[in-house]
C-alpha cells in the first residue's frame, strides 16, 4: 500500500495542518494519489485534540437534521448560510459512520449510543468519546490511520505561503523549524486546514499553535476572508493564576452543573429563559456582568448534584485537571471565567471548500463557510471539520477545477505591515480592545496600536512569521468589529447594543487591495 515517500517536487494535494480537518482531508486524498502533509508542531497537536464536549450529529431516536439545522439557524444570529448549514447537518451520518471506519468508538449507554447535552441544542445530540476526551480520541485514532497509509508526513513544518502561478495555485513554500531551511513543494491543490486563532487573546482555551495563519496566508494569496469579527468567547475555561488554558466543558452544565456567584447564587435564571444552557454569548456577558460587580475575576461552576451522573466518571479529564489543583468535583465548585475558544470567521469558502484562489481549498476552523452565522452552536465545528474536508476532496477529485465567485462588495484591504515586538502584545491589545465587550473608542484605540507597530523585515522563524500574521489578523479583526455598528451574536458593542438588520443582516468580506 506505502508509495515511496516524495521528499520534494509534485504530489496530487498538499494539506497544511494536521488538526481533524487536515487529517481527515489527508487520508480522503490519499486516495488519489501521493499526498503531502505538513503541519507546524507535533502531528497531533490542534485545537482538536483538546475538544471535549462531542460532535453534534441529529441521530438519535427523537432527532432530525431539520431540528438540528433551526438550532444552527437560531444559535447563529440571523447569519447563517442555511443551505450550507443544511449541508453539514445532513452529511452528519455518513461522516459519523467514516470516523468509525477510521477506529473512532464513540462512546455508549449500553447498547445504544450515548448522547450529551449542550447549550442551545433542544435536543440530547452530541456524540462523545472516552467521556471528555472526544478531540484525543478522534485524534489517535486518524493520526494512526495517517502514519499508517500513504501519505508523507512533515512535522514542525510552518507553511509561509502560497505558492501561485498564472493566479492559480501552484503549490506551498514551507519552513523547517530543524534546520531553518526553506522548501517549495508543488501541486496543484492545497487544502488549508490551519485552524483558528484563538492564541490571539490573552485568555483562550485553545492551544498555542492558534495564530489564525492560514487566514494571513490565504489573504496574502488573494483569498477573500470573512466574518472575522465574530469571535466566539467560551463562557466556562478554568481561571487561576497561573493555570495553562482549560476548557470546564459546556456539557457539565447539559448534565446539570450550575454556575454561582461568591455568595453560592445561580445567576444565570436572571438573564435567559434557558439559564446555564443559553446561547454562549448570552451566558459569557452574563458571567463578565457578575464578575465585574463583585470585583472578581471568575464565577463558580458548581458540579457537585448533576443529573443522575457521576463528573468523575462522566468528565474524567476535566475531573482529573481538576484534582491535580485540588478541586474535586463532587465537593467542590470549580472558579471559570469566558476565554477566547472558536473563530467563527476565516477564509471565505463554498459548497466545495474552495476560495476565491482557484486550487485554493479551506476547510475546518480556517474557513468561514457560513454555517455559524454569528455564533456556532456547540459541538458544530468537529462536525464542520469532517463534512467540508470531505467535499473539498471530493471536488478536487473530479477535476472540475474552478474557484468561488468573489464578493462584488468585498471591501479592499492594505495592512499597514508592521508586527508586534512579542506574541504577548498582540493578545493583551485584542483581549482589552476586541474581547467579550467592545466600544467603538476601543476598536480605534486598538487599530491605532497595530497601525503603529514596525514594519520590519519578517524574522526567518516560525514565531517571526506568526508575529506577522496575528497582526493582519488583529487589523482586520479590529477593522470589522468597529465597521459593524450594531451587537450580533458574538459581536457585542456596547454604544450599539442592539441588532440592527436593515442595515447589518450581511456579512463583511475582505481582500487584499492589488
Ligand atoms: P486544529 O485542530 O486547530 O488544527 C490546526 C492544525 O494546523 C494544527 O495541526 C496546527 O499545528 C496546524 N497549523 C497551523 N498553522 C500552520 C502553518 N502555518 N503551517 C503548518 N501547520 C499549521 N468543537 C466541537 O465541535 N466540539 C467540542 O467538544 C469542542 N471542544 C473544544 C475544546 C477546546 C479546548 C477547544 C480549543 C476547541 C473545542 N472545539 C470543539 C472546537 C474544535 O475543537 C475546533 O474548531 C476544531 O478541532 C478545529 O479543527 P481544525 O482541524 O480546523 O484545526
Ligand atoms: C465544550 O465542550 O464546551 C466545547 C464544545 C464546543 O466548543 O463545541
Sequence with gaps: MSDPPRADGQYRAVVIGSGMAGL???????????????????LHEGSTRHAQGGIAAAIGPDDSPEQHLADTIA?????????MARILVESAPRRIRDLERYGVS????????????EGAHRNARVLHARGDRTGAAITTALASQVASGRITVREHTLATAILLADGKTGGVVTLSENTGTERAFEAPAVILATGGAGAAFSHTTNPPVATGDGIALAFEAGAEVTDLEFYQFHPTAFRQEGAPPFLISEALRGEGAVLRDGDGQAFMPRYHPLADLAPRDIVARAMVSEMRAAGSDHVWLDCTAL???????RFPGIAAFCGERGIDLRRDPVPVAPAAHYLM????????????????????????????????????????????AKRSVEHIASGTGGAMAPMPDSTPFVPSGGAPREHAGVQRLLWEHAGIERTGE????????????????????????????????????LSAALTREESRGAHFRTDFPERDDARWARRQVFHRAG
Design 24 to 42: 481527515f482531508a489527508a487520508l480522503e486524498a490519499s486516495a488519489m494519489g501521493p499526498v503531502l502533509l505538513i503541519t507546524k508542531a507535533e
Design 75 to 83: 444559535a447563529g444570529a440571523g447569519l447563517v448560510d442555511e443551505a
Design 106 to 117: 464513540f462512546d455508549s449507554d449500553g447498547s445504544s449510543r450515548a448522547f450529551g447535552r
Design 307 to 313: 443529573n443522575g451522573v457521576d463528573p468523575i466518571e
Design 345 to 388: 470567521g476565516g477564509v471565505r469558502t463554498d459548497e466545495w471548500g474552495r476560495t476565491t484562489v482557484p486550487g485554493l481549498y479551506a476547510c475546518g476552523e480556517s474557513a468561514a463557510t457560513g454555517v455559524h452565522g454569528a455564533n456556532r452552536l456547540a459541538s458544530n465545528s468537529l462536525l464542520e471539520t469532517v463534512v467540508f
Design 442 to 477: 476601543g476598536l480605534r484605540a486598538g487599530l491605532e496600536a497595530v497601525r503603529s507597530w514596525p514594519t520590519t523585515e519578517v524574522e526567518p522563524s516560525r514565531e517571526g512569521h506568526e508575529r506577522r500574521w496575528l497582526a493582519v489578523l488583529a487589523e482586520l479583526l
